[in-house]
């Protein structure tokens, strides 16, 4: 069987961990509508025909907080990135995408250290 690991990136609350939810049909990830309702990456199994996909929930990633929790749910986040799949970077409709291009130039610039 085939193992496909699918890392979910995101601002907090966009809706990570619902999407595991949704894709599984299960309510496996806890879902909360107060920010950072996802502390560690965790891991979920699904199997689907020939695959095993495992999904990646991580916590939401800040990219201007500097305090401990933060850096520490950022490095948790981050270590997946060279070691996954397929990164789903999940945001919303908005004007701007600041947040999300500071996420890819990061995947970016860890990818170029391999
Ligand atoms: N309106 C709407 N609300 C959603 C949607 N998806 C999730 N939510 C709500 O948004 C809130 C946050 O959802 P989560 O799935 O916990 O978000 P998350 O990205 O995992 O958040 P963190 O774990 O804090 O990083 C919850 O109250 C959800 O019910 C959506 O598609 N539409
Ligand atoms: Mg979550």
Known sequence: ????????????NVGKSS???????NHISLVSNKIHA?????????????FLIQFIDTPGIS???NNLLAKA????AQ????????IILLT??????DYESAIMEDIYSQI???
């Open 1 to 12: 069987m085939k193992k496909v690991k699918l890392l979910i990136l995101g601002k907090s």
């Open 19 to 25: 999407l595991i939810n949704h894709l599984t049909q």
């Open 38 to 50: 996802t502390r560690l990456s965790t891991f979920y199994d699904f199997k689907l025909k020939d």
């Open 63 to 65: 990219i201007t907080d």
């Open 73 to 76: 749910m950022k490095s948790n």
């Open 79 to 86: 270590k997946h990135f060279t070691n996954c799949d397929l």
């Open 92 to 97: 919303q409709l908005q004007d701007s995408y």
């Open 112 to 114: 170029s250290h391999i």
